[in-house]
């Protein structure tokens, strides 16, 4: 089994998906090494699912913070000092836009799950704005952060079907189910060492070759 990888992970709500790591991590074996759960909202339920897993917590909230710097600042400080300097730094509905300082310093590193097939429909109201679109298909992207909105290399992506009378919600309890699923294992590739970020090139490198389409979709159990 690979050493364990130091990960940090920022959540602002309910962290269903911090719960999917947390359980397949667990159950799986897998080679993460959760060290600490930092929200922005003292309030979110995901501190207490990091909590009954006996991972440490850390509530930084960006209304005590003069501007988004000193906020990420304060972000920085304590994921260095739970995860050292090789963490992986997992962004799991973490609600607040990063300066680009921040996310240039942890590039390479930074992770983050869109309810989307990336590159359509960035940004919010994904489920309706497929619907609306006619989409016969709608999934989850998990890729690497850089300066840009929902944009960055991708990692691993499963698609999930739109279906008749779907409504936003139907859809994205669907898709909800995927991230679960897909999450845990693109950090596993992560942490195996088979998927990397070309930082000069922004590419995303499996086994240090470009990664294809076809390694980049991930086969979801039929429903």
Same mark, same amino acid.
């Given at each position: ?41 003292? &309030? ?36 260095? &000092? ?54 016969? &298909? ?86």
């Amino acid at each position: 089994m690979a050493e364990a990888l130091p990960v940090v992970v920022l959540i602002s709500g309910n962290g269903s998906n911090l719960q999917a790591i947390i359980d397949a991590t667990r159950e799986q074996r897998l080679p993460l090494d959760i060290r600490l759960v930092v929200s922005n909202r003292p &309030e979110a339920y995901g501190l207490a699912r990091a909590r009954a897993a006996g991972i440490p917590t850390r509530v930084i909230d960006h209304h005590d913070h003069a501007d988004r710097a000193d906020f990420d600042g304060a972000l920085a400080t304590a994921i260095d &000092e739970y995860g050292g300097p090789n963490a992986l730094v997992v962004l799991a509905g973490f609600m607040r836009i990063l300066t680009d300082e921040f996310v240039n310093h942890y590039r390479g590193r930074l992770v983050n799950i869109h309810p989307s097939l990336l590159p359509k429909y960035k940004g919010l109201n994904t489920h309706a704005r497929v619907l609306a679109a006619g989409e016969r &298909e709608s999934g989850a992207t998990v890729h690497f952060v850089t300066p840009a909105l929902d944009d960055g290399p991708i990692i691993l992506q499963a698609r999930v079907p739109v279906k008749a009378g779907d409504t936003p919600e139907r859809l994205a309890q669907r898709v909800h189910a995927a991230e679960h699923l897909l999450y845990p294992r693109a950090l596993t590739l992560i942490a195996q060492g088979t998927v990397r970020m070309d930082t000069e090139n922004n590419l995303t490198l499996w086994n240090d070759q470009p990664a294809t389409p076809e390694q980049q979709q991930l086969d979801l159990p039929a429903a």
